[in-house]
């Protein structure tokens, strides 16, 4: 497990958040986040498992995705969990299990929602990525100290 905090640069942060954090972003509602009994969320896919870039949006997040000079990427979203009375894990899970790929979670904002990797929680600050092996287990959060908590999935094979 690997946390960096400050990983783009202010300017690029700040062009990226301006866009994803926007009142006109496009978020799809899902009625669950992980299995049919855990939290609802809202997502947004950028690039699909099968390899195609889903939205015009992925562009936003090209400072991100050339910092972490992937070889493959498997799949990349965005998740906003609302607020909620008090915080609910999404659920333990893990992204994939070819122990080749990694995960990184980015945060876009600053809350006391998390994600776990078995007992440690690393809280949303903004600018700063988790990064774990994709067969790690995991969960995400809701938070109840902000309207919202946003999140960059990426999967994918380092070089």
Known sequence: MQVIKNFLSLKEYQEMKKIILANNFPWYYNNSSITKKSHPQFTHLLYSEQ?????????????????????IIFNIKINLN??????????????????????????????????????????????????IDSNTLHTGSTC??????????IIYLPL
């Open 82 to 131: 609302y607020r909620s009375g008090k915080i609910v894990e999404t659920g333990m899970h893990y992204d994939l299990e070819d122990k080749r790929f990694k995960s990184a979670i980015f945060f876009f904002n600053k809350c006391n929602g998390y994600c776990r990797v078995e007992d440690e929680k690393v809280y949303s600050e903004d600018n700063k990525v988790l990064i």
């Open 51 to 71: 390899g195609q870039v889903i939205s015009p949006f992925i562009k936003a997040i090209n400072p991100f995705i050339e910092k972490i000079k992937p070889f």
């Open 144 to 153: 109840t100290d902000t309207h919202r908590r946003v999140v960059l999935n």
